[in-house]
């Protein structure tokens, strides 16, 4: 059974469900680009279902961003800007992303973040519902979290946040994708096992 936990205020706050989502995740980033080349796992790809909806809409690539007060986007932009090379860029991200960059859960943005094609059908069913219900499952550690929903402008830290991480993995990014933003609610949301 899903426990939910206790929270102390409103989006964003420091809750000790948002503390330990927030570990975990940097936890199994770092994991999976040390042990697994930075493919994207269980852990980071949650199942979305929006409100009135038993079935689910699929499941999707999130970035776990840093707070814009500890951004390194210009960082990220600079490596991928070095060289042309798709492997040698690959490789410099992981090596990257290995390191120090999820050491401190502390410095992250609770606001997960996913890119779209332009004139996704799926991203517009999801800005339509504003809300949506984001499932995470692995590593014997479950989490639901209800979440607002919104599309990042481009002039938002998060919205070039998130394309200067995916530009590194995926040099062929297409130009006028289009960034989503789900900011829990974690008055709402819940973890399994319970936490302590």
Known sequence: MIARVAAL???????PLRTAFLKWQCRVRQISMRNGAGRP???VTPT????GHDEALGRFVTVLNRAPAHSLTPEMTHMAARTNDPAQRRAAALEYFSAAYYQSAALFSDVLTATFPSGS????RIRKSQKALLLFDAYAQRFTLSCRVWKLAPHNPLHAATVAHNTLFNPS???GIEVL?????WNMSTSEPELS
């Open 173 to 175: 990014l297409p130009p």
């Open 41 to 43: 796992d269980d852990a």
């Open 121 to 124: 059908i799926i991203a517009a």
């Open 9 to 15: 205020g409103e989006f964003g706050s420091p809750t």
């Open 181 to 185: 933003g789900f900011e829990p609610d």
């Open 48 to 51: 979305l279902y929006l409100p």
